[in-house]
T-cell receptor, first 116, second 109 residues
Framework: GAVVSQHPSWVICKSGTSVKIECRSLDFQATTMFWYRQFPKQSLMLMATSNEGSKATYEQGVEKDKFLINHASLTLSTLTVTSAHPEDSSFYIC????????????FGPGTRLTVT | GQNIDQPTEMTATEGAIVQINCTYQTSGFNGLFWYQQHAGEAPTFLSYNVLDGLEEKGRFSSFLSRSKGYSYLLLKELQMKDSASYLCAVVDSNYQLIWGAGTKLIIKP
């Protein structure tokens, strides 16, 4: 149980375009989902926390107009990187918190974004 | 502020034992996680401790001392596939995960 999927697993896009990444909890309801970014050889950096049906809470330094997060249902959250630039190239990982287990997060497999 | 410290890198020999330490200072405590992350992959769950003591799970064990703000992950009978980063994360009073920077473990034959 507690499986989280992400789609796509990798994507290459041109500078200036937008990319949408989906995060789904497959066998549980996730009231809260988290979006992380990880640059090579660095630790996870929390970008934002999204609760189902409400606006996401962004960490300091993360542009909310650039990284649009939607958490429309208990099993789906999306991250849209708008007007992507090469410096947005990174590994994006989502995690979901089980409604019944407040403290544990289950990670998706990650999405590698390369902006050319 | 909230802070989690763990060594940046450690090296060990195949077949040996290694202990990765983690110390923390957080606003509240609702448990501590250890995750393993191979290069280019997402983290995978290893252990969760909320009470003091040692939790053993196969070749991996995790220890917690809440009074000392300290935990360690013990890996026995090291295998080459154990080469990875090991992340310590604490659940604070708001049930948010506070992450350490991770310890890169290099296993040599």
């Amino acid at each position: 149980g507690a499986v989280v999927s992400q789609h796509p697993s990798w994507v290459i896009c041109k500078s200036g375009t937008s990319v949408k990444i989906e995060c789904r909890s497959l066998d549980f309801q996730a009231t809260t989902m988290f979006w992380y970014r990880q640059f090579p050889k660095q630790s996870l950096m929390l970008m934002a926390t999204s609760n189902e049906g409400s606006k996401a809470t962004y960490e300091q330094g993360v542009e909310k107009d650039k990284f649009l997060i939607n958490h429309a249902s208990l099993t789906l959250s999306t991250l849209t990187v708008t007007s992507a630039h090469p410096e947005d190239s990174s590994f994006y990982i989502c995690s979901a918190r089980d409604y019944d287990r407040e403290y544990e997060q289950y990670f998706g497999p990650g999405t590698r974004l390369t902006v050319t | 502020g909230q802070n989690i410290d763990q060594p940046t890198e450690m090296t060990a020999t195949e077949g040996a034992i290694v202990q990765i330490n983690c110390t923390y200072q957080t606003s509240g405590f609702n448990g501590l996680f250890w995750y393993q992350q191979h290069a280019g992959e997402a983290p995978t769950f290893l252990s969760y401790n909320v009470l003091d003591g040692l939790e053993e799970k196969g070749r991996f064990s995790s220890f917690l001392s809440r009074s000392k703000g300290y935990s360690y992950l013990l890996l026995k009978e090291l295998q080459m596939k154990d080469s990875a980063s090991y992340l310590c994360a604490v659940v604070d009073s708001n049930y948010q995960l506070i992450w350490g920077a991770g310890t890169k473990l290099i296993i040599k034959p």
